[in-house]
């Protein structure tokens, strides 16, 4: 078993920046890709950022390439998603998640292990 907690969720401007950061404890031993996901009020779930095991392929959504940015550091088991030139529409909830094997990927039905969410709302 995998736990995974997020932090570093907020309230911030438009335009602004805001560091996401994802914690895995357990059975970290094995190899895992990390994804970042989000709900806004009244949508489904969607994909934001995955990056696979060794950091060396990373993914984005159109919606917030060039903007975030997806890291990693296997010594701490933590993964980071740095977002800039923050927009009202990225409000949500954000959701890191663990998946077991090497290899990044955008489908949340492809990931085994959630965590409860941090809440990012940008004021227009």
């Known amino acids: 078993q995998v736990q995974v907690v997020e932090s570093g969720g907020g309230l911030v401007q438009a335009r602004g920046s805001l560091r996401l950061s994802c914690a895995a404890s357990g059975r970290t031993s094995s190899n895992y890709a990390m994804g970042w996901f989000r709900q806004a009020p009244g949508k489904e779930r969607e994909f934001v950022a995955t990056i696979s095991w060794s950091g060396g392929r990373t993914d984005y959504a159109d919606s917030v390439k060039g903007r975030f940015t997806i890291s990693r550091d296997n010594a701490k088991n933590t993964v980071s998603l740095q977002m800039n030139s923050l927009k009202f529409e990225d409000t949500a909830i954000y959701y890191c998640?663990?998946?077991?094997?090497?290899?990044?990927?955008?489908?949340?039905?492809?990931?085994?292990?959630w965590g409860q969410g941090t809440q990012v709302t940008v004021s227009s």
């Open positions: 998640a663990a998946r077991r094997t090497y290899y990044a990927s955008r489908s949340a039905d492809e990931y085994n292990y």
